[in-house]
């Protein structure tokens, strides 16, 4: 037979598990999403310099 508190054990364990998968999904869209950021508020910038004359040199 099992111990009484094996149950609690395994699910800590399972919980801390569950934790964890969570955060190896969340960091990556969290990159994503500030990566897109950074995109978004450059792009205006690379497009104007790629149509004015001066900064063309």
Known sequence: MASPGVGAIL?????GLAIVADAIVWLPLLLRKALLLVAIVLAPLAFSRSSWDAAKR
């Open 11 to 15: 699910v800590i364990f399972l919980a």
